[in-house]
């Protein structure tokens, strides 16, 4: 099927840096749409930014002007980079693609696929 694998996570000083990236590869002809959320202790999964194949963004306002989402529709690869992190930042990060690909009658079907996630931590 298809299988979404994230990297760049880690632990970082408040104000600092990190760039999260995710490949996904596997079954599909297309890409729709990719994204990344985010899920902190005790909280539920929320939305960070999206990015279609397009080019069209949609941020969350708690990381607007903090955070970049792009993407590489060759590669299949999606980026966030974060610029001036915070403690309330701290979460376990996911990245998501929405694919399209072929079933086993050679139907066109779109799929939603998530990665394991990656911890970002941000503390002094």
């Known amino acids: 099927q298809v299988q979404v694998v994230e990297s760049g996570g880690g632990l970082v000083q408040p104000g600092g840096s990190l760039r999260l990236s995710c490949t996904a590869s596997?079954?599909?002809?297309?890409?729709?749409?990719m994204g990344w959320y985010r899920q902190a202790p005790g909280k539920e999964r929320e939305l960070v930014a999206v990015?279609?194949?397009?080019?069209?963004?949609n941020y969350a306002d708690s990381v607007k002007g903090r955070f970049t989402i792009s993407g590489d529709n060759a590669k299949n690869t999606v980026y966030l980079q974060m610029n001036s992190l915070k403690p309330e930042d701290t979460a376990v990060y996911y990245c998501n693609h929405v694919v399209y690909y072929l079933n086993y009658r050679g139907q066109s079907r779109r799929g939603d696929y998530w990665g394991q996630g990656t911890q970002v931590t941000v503390s002094s």
């Open positions: 596997g079954n599909f002809f297309s890409i729709m749409a």
């Open positions: 990015i279609t194949s397009g080019g069209s963004t």
